[in-house]
C-alpha cells in the first residue's frame, strides 16, 4: 500500500499544471480569556476518522498507512491535486481522503503538527476540490469541538460551501471566544449576526463594511 501512496504523489504530481500548497489556515492564534485556542488531542482519534469503510464504497483498507513515513503522507497530501482528469487516479485520490485508516500505522519521523493533522489536510484538500459535502459530512465525524484553529475554519467552510450557513453560523457562535483576534471569526461573526437578525446590529454591519479583509469572499 505504501508504494501505491508514493505512486499516487508522484503521478498525480507530474500530471499537474501547477503544485501549491493548501492554506489551511495556519497563522498566529491568540488565546482568549477562556478558553485555550489549541485545546488537548489524541491524533489517534480524529486522523483514523473518514466516510469510507468498505472496499466497495472506495475505501483503501484500514492499513492505507502502514510503513509509511508521516513526512511522505503529510507531503502527499499537500501537494496533491485536488482533482486529476484520470477516473483511476480520481478514485485513488478519493479513497486516500476518505478512507478511515489506522493512523497508528504510520512511522512518525517527524511529530504531528497542531493544525496541520492529517484530517485537516485531507478536509482542506477536498475543500479545494469543490467536494463540499463530503468536506462536511467528514468534519461531521469529530466529536466535540475542533481542537485547532485550522480544523475549525476547515468545518465552517464546508458548511457555508454546502448551504449550511444557520449551521456555520451556530459552530462560529460556540467558536468564536476561542478565536476572538483572529480576523476570520470576527468577520464571520458579524456576518452571522447581520445575515440571521431580523434588524442587524450596526456595530455588526460597519465591521463587515470596514473589513478590506475578504476572509469569507
Request: charged residues 25%; glycine residues 8%; proline residues 2%.
Amino acid at each position: 500500500m505504501t508504494r501505491l501512496i508514493f505512486g499516487l504523489f508522484l503521478i498525480l504530481s507530474f500530471t499537474a499544471s501547477g503544485v501549491v500548497a493548501d492554506d489551511t489556515g495556519q497563522g498566529a492564534v491568540a488565546l482568549s480569556d477562556t478558553r485555550p485556542a489549541i485545546l488537548d488531542v489524541d491524533y489517534r482519534d480524529i486522523e483514523n476518522l473518514g466516510l469510507y469503510e468498505r472496499e466497495q464504497d472506495g475505501s483503501l483498507g484500514r492499513n492505507l498507512w502502514k510503513n509509511t513515513d508521516r513526512s511522505v503522507a503529510v507531503a502527499l497530501l499537500r501537494n496533491v491535486p485536488a482533482a486529476s482528469k484520470s477516473p483511476t487516479m480520481q478514485r485513488l485520490l478519493s479513497g486516500v481522503l476518505l478512507s478511515s485508516a489506522d493512523s497508528t500505522k504510520l512511522n512518525n519521523d517527524i511529530e504531528p503538527v497542531a493544525g496541520q493533522d492529517l484530517l485537516s489536510l485531507r478536509l482542506y484538500k477536498l475543500l479545494k476540490g469543490g467536494r463540499y459535502d463530503q468536506a462536511y459530512a467528514l468534519y461531521a465525524k469529530v466529536e466535540g469541538e475542533a481542537y485547532h484553529e485550522s480544523l475549525a475554519r476547515g468545518g465552517v467552510l464546508s458548511m457555508l460551501y454546502s448551504g449550511e450557513k444557520s449551521t456555520a453560523c451556530l459552530e462560529t457562535n460556540t467558536l468564536i471566544s476561542r478565536f476572538s483576534d483572529v480576523d476570520f471569526w470576527v468577520d464571520l461573526s458579524a456576518y452571522c449576526d447581520a445575515s440571521l437578525s431580523d434588524e442587524p446590529d450596526a456595530d455588526d454591519i460597519e465591521t463587515l463594511k470596514a473589513s478590506k479583509r475578504g476572509v469569507l469572499q
